[in-house]
């Protein structure tokens, strides 16, 4: 009997463990079927972009700019995974007017530029070398590949480190996208 009240206990224990693993199984769905989420990151989680901007709030805020930048980096990642640069770019081209503060320009350069390399390297290894051209005449002709503007003075680099007198330096976005694709018709003849 002196083991009664640990089986007991362990069984409590086990009891409430089971019961808080079944409440998170269950997902609340809406009238057409679809999960529901109470965030954010929720809904980014379930992929449900539209949802997710409906928790950004109006005007003008760090948190609002915060959010909107991460559903489009995680809106345009799922649209570039699903072989939809177009859609992707769009998605990242929509959100141009979010704060500096938030996402600098050389940032959100840099994501866009990755987002259309992403698109090259799928039609490169497909061989089909017409639309990676195509493809990277979308990139910026006059911005480097960490997203500074070429011969712009008083940028920061990644580390943070901001060089007031040296200028930014090529190659473009445009030029090295094109130069991997000349790398790739060379190498597949």
Not at 19 to 48: T, W
Not at 152 to 181: F, R, Y
Request: one cysteine or more.
């Amino acid at each position: 009997m002196k083991n009664t009240p640990y089986y007991f206990t362990l069984f409590l224990l086990l009891s409430l463990y089971s019961c808080s693993i079944d409440e998170a199984k269950e997902v609340e769905l809406d009238k057409d079927g679809k999960a529901m989420c109470a965030s954010v990151d929720e809904c980014l989680a379930i992929y449900d972009f539209e949802r997710a901007r409906k928790f950004v709030d109006d005007g003008y805020s760090y948190e609002k700019d915060e959010n909107l930048k991460s559903i489009t980096i995680a809106e345009s990642k799922y649209w570039a995974d699903n072989g939809d640069i177009d859609k992707a770019l769009t998605v990242i081209d929509e959100s141009w007017g979010i704060g500096e503060s938030a996402w600098s320009e050389a940032d959100w350069q840099s994501w866009r530029y990755n987002i259309i390399d992403k698109g090259v390297a799928t039609f490169c290894d497909k061989s089909e070398f017409k639309q990676a051209k195509g493809l990277a005449l979308k990139a910026a002709d006059d911005i480097n590949v960490d997203g500074h503007k070429i011969g712009e003075t008083g940028w920061e680099d990644a580390n943070g480190v901001t060089h007031n007198g040296d200028k930014a330096k090529g190659p473009s976005m445009q030029d090295a996208l094109l130069k991997k694709i000349s790398k790739y018709e060379a190498l597949l003849k």
